[in-house]
Each structure stands twice: as C-alpha cells, then as structure tokens.
C-alpha cells in the first residue's frame, strides 16, 4: 500500500520477485545494479534564491601577499568613490565674449569738394536709420567723392563722428558683412568695397524737408 510521507506526497515501492534469464557469469550483478539506478529515488531541487558558496580567502605568506586564489572581497563603506572636480579640465567652461578691436579716427578731408561729409549726410539722414544705411552712405560717399574705393571700419567710425551719429556698434566689421551679404559690395580682409548696386541704393534715398 502506498505510503503518504509528511510532505504530502506519496511514494511507492517496487520489489521485483521475478526474473528470468540466461546470463553469464558476472552479468547478473550488472543486471541488478542497472535496476536499483532505475528505481532509485532523485532529489528534486526546489525553487528560491541559491547562495553561491564563499571561496576561502587566500593563505597569506610571510610577506603577508596572498598566494592568488580568489577570494571573495567586499567593499570597505569607509571608502569613496573619487571623482574629478567640477571645475577641473573635462569640465564645461562657458565662452568668453568676443572682444573686437575699437575703431580709431583717421585723417579725412571732410569739407573740401563738391559736397561735404555733413551735406551729405544731411540728406540721407531720413533714410540713414539703421547701421546698415549709415555704413552703406558713409563708404558711398568716400567713393563718389573721395576716389576711395574701398574702406574699412576707421573711416566709417570718423564719419560717423563728424556727423553726430552714434557709433554703439560691437563689432565694426559685422555691417559689412551684412552688406556683402546684400550683394552691395565685397569685403577682403575687413576693407569694404560698394558697387553699383549699393550706389544706387544710396542714389535712391529721399533727401530730408
């Protein structure tokens, strides 16, 4: 009769009463050792969190230096993670600002010809509101009546002086760009040249009432 043990389950026993055969000497105790394997019982492993086994630490010699075998190491909390300053190389500088070289007043005939640097800007003042009207009518009026055919961010500066405009402008070769960008004139090496098309512009301002 079945047996029920104290975990529930039940086992049951196998006797064999019977067995016939021709066998050679030696070959019956091969028989009944193959039959004992296939009715013994297996362990069967449960379910859960299985602890790996600690490795011994390593004999230590005479120096007190371990023999190298492995051993299981734990971290000392007393220790702490050392970690680069967040002002050190890798770190993020913010850029400085850019500083741009001041323009300085050159020497320029501001009166002499067939129409001074005042009367000219006098009557494109209207239309001179931004810097780039301002540049554009300065080096316009160094060309037509300078014979200067190019001009850099000194000669602007001067004659923004002498007409009592104000020169608040960070960087001094920024206008030009723009106005190569217009297609109104080429820039080489912060030296400005208008052509036509910037002449013309300036042609077209109104003159003042």
């Known amino acids: 009769m079945a047996k029920q043990n104290q975990g529930g389950g039940e086992r049951s026993r196998i006797r064999l009463f019977y067995v016939e055969g021709d ?31 600690r490795l011994p630490a390593p004999a230590a010699d005479g120096n007190g230096i371990g023999s190298g075998e492995i051993a299981d190491a734990e971290l000392d909390p ?20 850019r500083v741009y070289r001041k323009p300085e007043a050159v020497a320029i005939e501001l009166e002499s010809g067939d129409k001074s640097w005042k009367e000219f800007a006098a009557e494109k ?24 055919t190019t001009a850099t961010a000194d000669h ?20 030009f760009r723009q106005l190569r960008k217009d297609r109104v ?4 090496h912060g030296s400005f040249s208008v052509n036509h098309l910037g002449i013309a512009e300036v042609n077209d301002m109104k003159a003042t009432a």
């Open 185 to 188: 004139g080429s820039l080489d």
């Open 23 to 53: 066998f050679a000497p030696g070959e019956l105790r091969e028989l009944t050792h193959a039959f004992s394997n296939a009715v013994r019982p297996t362990h069967v492993l449960t379910r859960g969190a299985l602890t790996p086994p």
């Open 125 to 148: 003042a209207t239309a001179a509101s931004s810097h780039r009207t301002k540049y554009l009518v300065a080096v316009t009026w160094l060309n037509e009546y300078r014979d200067l």
């Open 78 to 97: 007393s220790e702490e993670l050392v970690s680069e300053p967040a002002d050190g190389p890798a770190a993020k500088r913010t850029p400085k600002p």
């Open 156 to 175: 602007v500066f001067t004659l923004y002086k002498a007409a009592g405009w104000n020169f608040d402008i960070g960087d001094p070769t920024g206008t």
